[in-house]
């Protein structure tokens, strides 16, 4: 009796399951298409946003005084060791009692060809309170080594790029003059030098401030008073927060969201003074490392604790066309399982080379499906493609 194989179940299935295998390529080439496709859309997303700003973290305001401190250093002379010291400057840093600050985030959608770019513009808009502490000597500091005089009032700001044209500070309701950077000896935001003497008797200095701040991705806040009672709104519906600290009220509507935050320096686990040396403090990241959670300008980034704020698209387009690809080969393989019931049971002969036609049109419509959702939207996309 002659054996015909191609005629067998079992050749028809091996050589549908040969197919399939050979058009695991393909669908890898597709999956690597949306991943070049997807980093090309991340690199004109930056290109839009670069001279706007990137994802904001702002912190402040504190009081950075100056003082006079001795240090001891050894010298070795002629074999023999001695304790020689020397006066230093170094700087006391003293966050505000309390702190209460609004900021209205208004975003707005900035496109580039086919690409699309969240940004925002804040104001940002506040109070604070500064007292010296009564237990100052509890710091090895006495009040008549402060140089008062020539404390500086410091706003941070990781990336100063999307700092608007006109902030206004005000200390006892008279304005003072803003300076560029961290503070005089550097780093990101803007500062201010201020008499500080009305705290060696006891007063308290009240400060008020309101600033423009433009960014995209997301805004931070390092909060560093004893008490920090935030309050943001924004007309963007899909917010994340994250960091260290979340909203105790938050309020999530198809307009926009509220979020109240109210953190205490327990919480943070730091009191309202620390010291160090002149400078310390103004080493700061680049600008978009508070996306990876490190501190603003002016915040001691071993003690930082942020609340954030991001701005996401809740999908987006390309993963939705990833997750599509990634369930091709339940396409394909659903498909060649139909002919092949036609083929065993229904007895309609389906040919190798038909196996191979329907499965590139499956991959066909995955590349279909990338190349419209780009211009026209995901469904409308799908459905074309489909058509297609």
Known sequence: MKFDGERTPGFKLLIAILIAAALAIPIFMVWFLVYDRQSQ?????????????????????VLVIPYRATATDTVVQAGKSTTVARDVMRELTLAPEVVALKTDIQSQHRKRSIYEAVIYDAKVAGSARFAMPPDLARFGLAMADLRLDRAELRFSLSDPRGLGANPKVTAQGTALRLQPGGGSTGGRGFFSFIDASALASGEGIAVAFAYDVRGNGALSLAPQAGDTRWTATANWPHPSFGGSFIPDRRQITDKGFTASYRIGNLALGRALVSTADAGALSEVPAPNAMARG????????????????????????????DRSAKYGFLFIGFTFLALLMFDVIGGVKVSAVEYLLMG????????LLLAFAEVIGFTPAYLLASAA
């Open 41 to 61: 859309s991340e690199q004109a997303r930056a290109s839009i946003t670069e001279g706007w700003g990137g994802p904001q973290a702002i912190g402040g305001p």
């Open 294 to 321: 490190a501190p603003p300008a002016g915040v001691d980034q071993g003690s930082a604790q942020t609340a954030q704020i991001s701005l996401i698209q809740p999908v987006d387009l390309y993963s939705r066309v």
């Open 360 to 367: 590139a049109a499956l991959v066909l419509f995955f590349v």
